[in-house]
């Protein structure tokens, strides 16, 4: 079946300017994950959906950060006035459902660029 | 605050011996979960094992398994007869049941034939 998967694969962006970012989970998957990978770098978690309910926004590192899930499928993060530091690769997982038991299936990730 | 901890940046192995990778935790939860995973330089990660909190034996899967210490909350990765595919990142994570997954700053592992 198919994977998790991610649009763009690639993006470059102006400093300044607005950029989204989309995750398709795995069909029947609820819940769903965005992390930020900077170069070399671990991951760092910034929002999980439950269905389409974010109850933890703590790990988006600022308000130009937001993030929605319509139809508990289809996820976009976007990324507003974007800063050179927002470069990184933003990766989006999804798993069958909440809580430790359920791994976590990994897209192939956006790598953004800001210059 | 709920941290893992991977103490070994790089690590180099000679083709087909075994080799641990380091992970430890800290949480005052009684339910969480254990998972490692592998990130080869196309950036993919790939889930290679999970060790539930509540498990009392070690998993296994292939050529990984995880050492399981709860009391010292250490969660370390054994693969065994290393191949050179095997060069890539590798991350420790722990998930709770609220949902906060948390990554390691990961080991690069590298195989020499």
């Known amino acids: 079946g198919a994977g998790v998967s991610q649009s763009p694969s690639n993006k470059v962006t102006e400093k300044g300017k607005d950029v989204e970012l989309r995750c398709d989970p795995i069909?029947?998957?609820?819940?769903l994950y965005w992390y930020r990978q900077s170069l070399g770098q671990g991951l760092e978690f910034l929002i999980y959906?439950?269905?389409?309910?974010?109850?933890?926004k703590s790990g988006l590192p600022s308000d130009r950060f937001s993030a929605e899930r319509t139809g508990g499928s289809v996820s976009t993060l976007t990324i507003q006035r974007t800063q050179q530091e927002d470069s990184a690769v933003y990766l989006c997982?999804?798993?069958?459902?909440?809580?430790?038991?359920?791994?976590?299936?990994f897209g192939p990730g956006t790598r953004l660029t800001v210059t | 605050a709920q941290k893992i901890t991977q103490t070994q940046p790089g690590m180099f192995v000679q083709e087909k011996e075994a080799v641990t990778l380091d992970c430890t935790y800290d949480?005052?939860?009684?339910?969480?979960?254990l998972f490692w995973y592998k990130q080869p330089s196309s950036g993919e990660m790939i889930f290679l094992i999970y060790q539930g909190s509540y498990d009392e034996q070690n998993a296994t899967e292939g050529r990984y398994s995880l050492n399981f210490q709860k009391a010292r909350k250490s969660a370390n990765l054994v693969i065994s007869a290393s191949q050179l595919g095997d060069s890539a990142m590798y991350f420790c994570?722990?998930?709770?049941?609220?949902?906060?997954?948390?990554f390691g700053a990961g080991t690069r592992l590298t195989v020499k034939p």
């Open positions: 994570a722990t998930l709770y049941n609220n949902n906060d997954m948390r």
């Open positions: 949480t005052s939860d009684q339910s969480y979960g």
């Open positions: 069909s029947g998957h609820t819940a």
């Open positions: 959906f439950q269905g389409n309910s974010a109850p933890d």
């Open positions: 997982a999804s798993s069958l459902g909440r809580g430790a038991l359920y791994e976590q299936y």
